[in-house]
């Protein structure tokens, strides 16, 4: 069985400083200044070959480039964090600045926010399919899954993949049934659920998997296959990550937001340029113990789009309302971006 990325657990190591339990966070928010002054930003990311475009900007320092051709030196402060929950209890709390997640988690965000802290997306991350592979031969559609199976998400019910898959459930079994398979939905994260897929024999026979995991899966076990993926939910590419900050930080930094800004379209730049030098980017910022190949691999597949443009988020913003897991309804993708998102093409 081939090597499997642990890069969880060997980031809450490395980082052990830098990372928020909830406990921290309920913490920051008794330490954590009213206000940033400007020049200074603190972003978190997730674990990952998603977060591609922010390992490049850490690398080229591209925040600093970028500020002191406005003639401020920016402080930089990267934190590393597994799951959207801690994320945004210390972005509501002001101990972090700018956070990252699923476009479904930053939706809720956005959607409980308005007309308080008014939590909206910075920039898409890249649009990267998720697919949901099953080692289970007789599972060829989402019809096919039983009771008998059990389906590996990393947080059951209510992040990415089970917002998606919960999407595809309500066209094809009805709008009241949109949870049917929450019922038999694990959470678990990405590495224990691939894990599970290849060896077989568990209870876990089915797992929604992003990169690089479902590449993993498919290589290592004949009897993996793909089932149905993000894409064809959504009706083509799609955002899968977001960055999302407060108002307050977006009105009170405008020079280091602008900074920010221009970094990530930089980054996304860079990548496109020269995608096996982007690939060593990441497997040096995250210390990645993935084959080089593997890596050259993901960012040169034609599926895989490190671009700051959203793709496909208003399909999460419209369906999302309909069910009502969000409230409030999006005239557009604009609604939910901050406004210098505008000068990319987006939806």
């Known amino acids: 069985m081939p090597h499997l990325n642990r890069t969880y657990p060997a980031s809450r190591r490395r980082w052990l400083g830098a990372t928020f339990s909830v406990i921290a966070v309920a913490t920051a928010l008794l330490s954590a200044s009213p206000a940033r002054a400007e020049g200074k930003i603190s972003i978190a990311q997730q674990f990952g070959i998603g ?28 934190a590393s964090i597994s799951g959207a929950t801690a ?13 990252s997640a699923g476009v479904p988690p930053m939706l809720t965000m956005w959607d409980r926010t308005r007309g308080k802290q008014n939590v909206k997306a910075v920039a898409a991350l890249g649009s990267l399919p998720n697919y949901l592979l099953s ?21 059951a019910g209510v992040g990415f993949q089970s917002r998606t898959l919960q999407i595809e459930t309500a066209r094809q079994f009805g709008k009241d049934n949109f949870k049917k398979f929450d019922n038999i939905s694990v959470s678990l994260p990405h590495p224990d659920a691939t894990a599970a897929l290849i060896a077989g024999g568990s209870e876990i026979n089915t797992h929604f998997s992003s990169a690089p995991f479902y590449y993993q899966a498919l290589a290592a ?9 993000s894409y064809d939910i959504l009706g083509g590419p799609a955002t899968f990550n977001v960055l999302y900050t407060t108002q307050k930080f977006h009105d009170e930094n405008p020079k280091t937001y602008k900074a920010f800004y ?61 069910l009502g897991v969000i409230k409030n309804k999006a005239a557009s993708w604009k609604d939910y971006f901050f406004e210098e998102a505008y000068a990319q093409p987006g939806s």
Do not use: C
Not at 87 to 99: F, Q, S, Y
Not at 136 to 148: E, F, I, M, Q
Not at 221 to 229: A, L, Q
């Open 51 to 78: 977060y591609l475009i922010l390992d490049v900007v850490r690398d080229r320092q591209l925040i600093e480039k970028y500020g002191k051709q406005q003639g401020i030196d920016i402080q930089v402060d990267w």
């Open 87 to 99: 994320m945004n209890e210390a972005l509501l709390a002001g101990a972090l600045d700018v956070v």
């Open 221 to 229: 076990n004949s009897n993996v296959h793909k089932v149905i993926s």
């Open 135 to 155: 080692n289970n031969p007789a599972v060829k559609t989402l019809k096919d899954l039983s009771d008998k199976d059990r389906i590996a998400v990393p947080a």
């Open 262 to 322: 221009a970094a990530l379209v930089e980054a996304a730049q860079l990548i496109k340029a020269d995608k096996a030098k982007a690939a060593d980017t990441f497997i040096r910022i995250q210390k990645s113990k993935l084959s080089p190949e593997l890596v050259r691999k993901i960012v040169e597949d034609p599926e895989n789009d490190f671009t700051v443009s959203p793709h496909r988020t208003f399909v999460y913003a419209d369906e999302l309302q309909k």
